[in-house]
């Protein structure tokens, strides 16, 4: 499969865990963004890093959640001590070049479930 | 603040017909607009774009209309067919920006 993995697809933590989501993008590709989609919600931007850089990381929440793109492997999104409130779809995206048309290839999500 | 409006959460449509999907912004700055289309457990695809410099783009059964004046695009699919089924998000970033600033999307489903 060439398109962008993400795993795992379904992920269930109770409050005070960790909870970590890995991507690995599209063959070629080396941007990669995290957005996340709450209940009933549009999705949001939270962060975008290429190899072993973060560029932006201005939608994501100031504690608790950070993210890397190490030179070898995904691309990790991780939620220190989660609470219910994180409870929500993240979808990991890449692109070949900086994302200027806007045109994005995502991945089927990763569904946090905090009990 | 949601700078990117769908005011439609819902859309029913005969198979055949004309489906029209709107989505309204507020930022001048937008400089590309996008339609994603979603089916349940999965990821959103890219269905088509269209610059802030062109009024219209077709790809297909599928069209897309911006009218800048009245900060209004909608995504026009013709005909309809019960595949077409899923949430449409209507989407848009801003100049060097890379973001994409989504609207809350609408189930579009068509009736066989």
């Known amino acids: 499969n060439a398109g962008v993995m993400q795993n795992p697809r379904h992920l269930v933590r109770r409050r005070g865990q960790e909870a970590r989501l890995r991507c690995s993008p599209m063959k070629g590709h080396s941007h990669v963004y995290w957005y996340r989609q709450l209940p009933e919600e549009g999705l949001k931007f939270m962060v975008y890093l290429q190899k072993e850089n973060i560029i932006d990381e201005s939608g994501m929440p100031k504690e608790r959640f950070s993210a890397e793109f190490p030179k070898e492997g995904p691309s990790i999104l991780r939620i220190q001590q989660v609470v219910r409130g994180d409870s929500a779809a993240y979808f990991c995206a890449s692109s070949p070049t900086r994302g200027e048309t806007g045109e994005l290839f995502f991945g089927e999500g990763s569904r946090l479930t905090v009990l | 603040d949601q700078q990117v409006k769908q005011n439609s959460p819902s859309l029913s449509v005969q198979e055949g017909r004309i489906s029209i999907l709107n989505c309204d912004y507020t930022n001048s700055m937008f400089d590309y607009f996008l339609w994603y289309k979603k089916y349940p457990a999965e990821g959103p695809t890219f269905l088509i774009s269209?610059?802030?410099?062109?009024d219209k783009n077709e790809d297909g059964r599928f069209t897309v209309f911006l009218n800048k004046s009245a900060k209004h695009l909608s995504l026009h699919i013709v005909p309809s067919q019960p595949g077409d089924s899923a949430v449409y998000f209507c989407?848009?970033?801003?100049?060097?920006?890379?973001?994409?600033?989504f609207g809350k999307g609408t189930l579009l489903t068509v009736n066989p």
């Open positions: 269209i610059s802030s410099i062109k």
């Open positions: 989407a848009a970033k801003g100049g060097s920006n890379y973001k994409l600033t």
